[in-house]
């Protein structure tokens, strides 16, 4: 198992690419998506293994970010 670095100093949080299976919501598009790859993006606090990990997570489709980067930009644009 490996550590996940969490990043503090960063205005951006921890993303991930993600691949769901239960409908997760685009904050951008604002259309449920699943199937396809999307991108999480850990937002709160770090609550730790028994509680669940994080507070709150958001999620943006493929269709609205097709790289790590444009995700990053969409998110700093519309929740800042």
């Known amino acids: ?13 921890n993303v991930h690419k993600i691949t769901p299976f239960l409908w997760k919501y685009c904050c951008r598009c604002k259309q449920e998506f699943r199937g396809s790859y999307g991108w999480r993006f850990e937002v709160g ?3 730790g293994a028994d ?4 507070s709150e997570n958001r999620y943006i489709c493929s269709d609205c970010a097709k790289t790590e980067e444009e995700a990053e930009m969409i998110y700093s644009r519309y929740h800042r």
């Not at 509680?51 to 994080?54: K, T």
Request: glycine content about 4%.
């Open 45 to 47: 606090e770090y609550l």
């Open 51 to 54: 509680r669940g990990s994080w």
């Open 1 to 13: 198992m490996v550590k996940r670095e969490v990043r503090k100093d960063t205005p951006i949080p």
